[in-house]
């Protein structure tokens, strides 16, 4: 009896590092194009898949397609996930935008309103990372960054309240908030009419 419990206490504790460790991808390549794919909420905005072969993970991505204008922050949700401390890595590409351009990805959400962002925009120049709490943002850090259209990679690294925010393989932001200490969803956004493409989103446990 003794040894039936041990052998199921090692397999409770080898799942729990098999979970720690477990890593989520998304590339969007099999979904079709012109319709959400398969565990993508759209909240807010015009989310679909689309064409394009200049993606790090071709033929396909993610795109936000909606001119919305002002403070409207177009989030889609990546349904099934629900993390903590996490990685988390997305590529990115501005495609169009007057009043607002690029984006990033959202984590530790509890829905539409409340999350984490990180977000490169090539029309200011900088890339920053925020808090958005009942639908309002606090900016936790910025930097100066050059712009352009090409393609970018974010990464974020989160343990506990400790946010570090990297681009293209360089850490620019360097923080700390508690706001959202629990696990909550991962995804993706952009703010008013930002169009943008995104690919290759990953996330697992750091």
């Excluded at 504790?13 to 098999?18: I, R, T």
Aim: glycine share 10%; proline share 3%.
């Amino acid at each position: 009896m003794r040894a039936f419990v041990l052998t199921m206490l090692v397999a409770v504790l080898a799942g729990c590092v098999a979970a720690q460790v477990r890593k989520q991808v998304w590339d969007f390549d099999s979904a079709t194009v012109g319709e959400l794919p398969q565990g993508v909420t759209n909240e807010v905005g015009e989310w679909k898949v689309a064409a394009d072969d200049t993606a790090p993970s071709r033929p396909s991505v993610l795109a936000q397609m909606a001119k919305n204008s002002g403070g409207t922050y177009n989030v889609a949700l990546l349904d099934g996930t629900s993390y903590q401390d996490l990685d988390l890595t997305v590529a990115m590409k501005a495609v169009a935008g007057e009043e607002d351009q690029g984006g990033g990805p959202v984590w530790r959400a509890k829905d539409k309103e409340n999350y984490y962002i990180a977000r490169y925009n090539p029309l200011e120049n900088n890339y920053r990372v925020y808090k958005t709490v009942n639908g309002r943002r606090q900016q936790l850090g910025t930097a100066d960054v050059k712009g352009d259209l090409a393609w970018h990679t974010l990464r974020i690294v989160m343990n506990g309240d400790h946010i570090e925010c990297y681009l293209d393989g360089t850490k620019y932001l360097d923080v700390r908030d508690a706001t959202f200490g629990e696990a909550g969803k991962i995804g993706l956004w952009t703010k008013a009419d930002a169009q943008t493409h995104f690919d290759n989103v990953e996330v697992a446990m750091p």
